[in-house]
């Protein structure tokens, strides 16, 4: 059963510390996302990235957010430095583009991040 | 991608047909209806998608009105773990990052 995994599941942090959050994406898929959920603002596309290349990052705050993905294995999201904010959970999906058919997006568990 | 309007929130009796509506009168020809859910603390879950003809999986019934302006999610037999936030999505197919724009969504509660 193939899934997409997060880590950390939960991460409490202080305000001015650099935050790193890991996404697993499904084995073969070819496009990742970030997306950041609020009360307020509901889920945001934050990035995304197709054969590891970024796609749009239009979303995300340039000063402070980064995104990469290393190799096909592992894409991660970093705040540097985090603010109260911040505070939100983040999702990570994936999928497989360019097949002909319906790409879904398949989406992690979430990392909810609390910035104090 | 064509904007949805979706009630903000919804009750279905368990057990009941659960009808989730969703109006998207800018819909162009090329763009699909999506649907996907989210139960309180998981991500998204994709549900059923449509161009213009009535769909039906294992999960859902998606049916499109003839001029393809809005459309109704149907969950046949509606428990107690379909309580969530259903979230209509319209999009082009083959967008170049196949990105998905979350509205708010109707939160459907399915009581006892």
């Known amino acids: 059963d193939a899934r997409v995994t997060q880590t950390p599941r939960d991460k409490v942090t202080e305000m001015g510390q650099e935050v790193t959050m890991r996404c697993q994406p499904i084995?073969?898929?070819?496009?990742v996302f970030w997306y950041r959920q609020t009360m307020m603002q509901g889920l945001e596309l934050l990035a995304y990235f197709r054969n590891r290349a970024p796609l749009d990052d239009s979303g995300m705050p340039k000063d402070r957010f980064s995104a990469e993905m290393p190799d096909a294995t592992l894409a991660t999201l970093k705040i540097q430095p985090s603010e109260p904010r911040d505070s939100a959970v983040y999702f990570c999906?994936?999928?497989?583009?360019?097949?002909?058919?319906?790409?879904?997006?398949?989406f992690g568990p979430g990392t909810r991040l609390t910035v104090l | 991608d064509a904007k949805t309007t979706q009630p903000t929130s919804m009750d279905c009796a368990e057990g009941r047909a659960a009808n989730l509506p969703c109006n998207h009168s800018t819909i162009s020809g090329n763009e699909y209806v999506y649907w996907y859910r989210q139960i309180h603390s998981q991500g998204p879950q994709y549900i059923i998608h449509?161009?213009?003809n009535n769909e039906t999986n294992e999960m859902a019934s998606l049916i499109i009105t003839e001029d393809r302006k809005s459309s109704t999610l149907i969950l046949p037999h509606a428990t107690l773990r379909d309580t969530a936030v259903y979230y209509c999505?319209?999009?082009?197919?083959?967008?170049?990052?196949?990105?998905?724009?979350f509205g708010g969504g109707t939160r459907l509660m399915v009581k006892p």
């Open positions: 999505i319209v999009r082009a197919r083959y967008n170049a990052g196949n990105m998905l724009t």
């Open positions: 999906a994936s999928g497989l583009a360019g097949t002909g058919g319906y790409n879904e997006q398949f």
């Open positions: 084995l073969g898929h070819n496009t």
């Open positions: 449509g161009l213009k």
